[in-house]
């Protein structure tokens, strides 16, 4: 017995602009799509629940190709810094949130960002003790490549003007040495390291606020990267299991697995008992950091800081032994790479020790490339997984960054498709909104709703056509099931994401205004908005 869905505008996406009246769903799949008439005639005796989508429009369900459900359940359940728009109130802020805890407590927080401040502002160590001084305190900046420490962090993690850089990383000193409180990239590992370590409780919060969020959006599934990072691969891995079941919530999570917790998962009884909702993919590798804090790794200094070109997260001959190391686990990798130079290191290494199954490696942000790395990344076994909604919130500062001779070449998402490049789409939340409208409308529009221009780079708009195709069948061929998720068609999981408007015939700025009716996961409905 199964469920018809009719009475709304239903787009397959199997090719541009293709719509069928009715799918008939049966368990957890897609038995047929056609005419109202003819699935009804067909499958009468066979319908159980019929779902009247009243004028709504159905979409494959829409699955973020990149982002960090535990962070963005974080974000959620503790401080989040990214709404301030200058450092003088979010020194308010975190002075009066020190006065809420127990003297030594930590005081943690997520998402500051000084490119929105007027003066954008860095906080030094000093400043930060002023505002907080009985309280270690670190707060990780919206990249997550950089974080601010006060001096009772920096002192318990044993962080002094002797301390050397570590690899990967920069501790930022002032003129005599002294560190100032900012860290870059693996530097910050040397507070976190400190900080006591999350309960299960405490994931299993952040894990549930996270998914119902998600499903709120229309997201249907997600490809994750959270294994490394919450006191060890069996820990978190477990978290996932009793929150994402057929008893608790359903949400399909791939979940990337962290070159530092590769062994324990190839080791661990645990991912043998995995869950229907859950599955393996790449090691992930980071190879550089961000263009926010000068970490990301350019072929030419930044235009704006000629002293630097950026940070190698591992040297060239170490990315290509943890790819090896991938290929001996029978693994794909994922691997972290913004800066045009961490691309061609990133491609070097992957040309070393080629993939050893069929499924697809990933490059993830491409944030700058060259022409010839473009023709490198032609290659079946290759997806680059994009953030659109990295343009409107790094744009214009970005300018500045790299300068308008690189400019070209910088999120350049049309540029990847046209050279025939497979691309899925995601939000890296936390450090964006996991919202895939919003990113569909940044794939379109390239700018920030408030702004009255063309684009940034108008010319490398993507059509909503391309766009959504970003969140369906691209995150699909990401991960190898392009022949079971992200369209509408018989044996085709019977995912789907339902909005009140034809986001694919609106106006761009229409896009964002969109709302969710139906978040559909294997014929089962999850999430209904409140009519």
Known sequence: MGTLYFNGTIYTMMREGETVEAVFAEGKDIRDAGSLQDLSEKYGCHIKEKVD????????????????????????????????????????????????????????????????????????????????????MLL???????????????????????TENPEGGIIVRDENGEPTGYLLDSASDLVKDVVPPATKEYLFTALTAAVKDLL???????????????????????????????????????????????????????????????????MKIFSDGAFGGRTA?????????????????????????????????????????????????????????????????????????????????????????????????????LIERLGMERVPYALAWKTLLSNGLHCAGGSDAPIETANPLEGIYAAVARKKPEETHEGYRPEEKLTPYEAVQLYTAGSAYAINKEEARGKIAPGFEADFTVLDRDILTSEPEDIRQARVVYTIINNSIEYRAIT
Not at 88 to 98: C, D, P, Q, T
Not at 140 to 162: D, F, P, Q
Not at 219 to 226: F, S, V
Request: hydrophobic share 35%; with cysteine.
């Open 53 to 136: 989508l009243k004028g709504a429009v159905m979409f494959p369900g829409f699955v973020d190709s990149h982002l960090h459900i535990i962070g963005h359940g974080e974000k959620l359940i503790r401080r989040n810094l990214s709404h301030f728009t200058s450092a003088e109130e979010m020194g308010s802020y975190l002075k009066k949130e020190a006065e809420k805890e127990k003297p030594g407590n930590w005081l943690l927080g997520d998402g500051w960002n000084e490119n929105n401040f007027l003066d954008r502002k860095i906080f030094h160590r000093q400043e930060l003790d002023e505002l907080v001084p009985n309280h270690p």
């Open 297 to 397: 790794l350019l072929s030419k200094p930044y235009n704006d800081a000629p002293d630097t070109s950026g940070v190698a997260v591992h040297s060239p001959e170490a990315l290509k032994e943890l790819v090896k190391q991938a290929r001996e686990y029978q693994m794909p990798v994922a691997v972290h790479t913004i800066g045009d130079l961490s691309l061609e290191y990133t491609l070097d290494a992957i040309g070393a020790y080629p993939p050893v199954t069929k499924e697809r490696d990933r490059i993830i942000h491409a944030g700058l490339v060259r022409p010839e790395l473009i023709e490198r990344m032609k290659q079946p076994s290759l997806i680059i997984d994009i953030q659109p909604s990295f343009v409107p919130s790094d744009f214009p500062w």
């Open 216 to 282: 709120s959006m229309g997201l249907t599934g997600g490809h994750t990267e959270d294994l490394g990072y919450y006191g060890g691969f069996d820990k978190t891995i477990s978290v996932f299991q009793n929150v994402l079941n057929d008893r608790s919530l359903k949400f399909k999570a791939h979940l990337l697995v962290h070159h530092s917790v590769a062994g324990d998962y190839q080791t661990s009884s645990l991912h043998k008992s995995i869950s229907p909702y859950l599955e393996f993919g790449a």
């Open 140 to 162: 990780s900046r919206v990249c997550r490549h950089a974080s601010l420490a006060n001096s009772k962090a920096l002192a318990l993690a044993g962080i002094t003007k002797e």
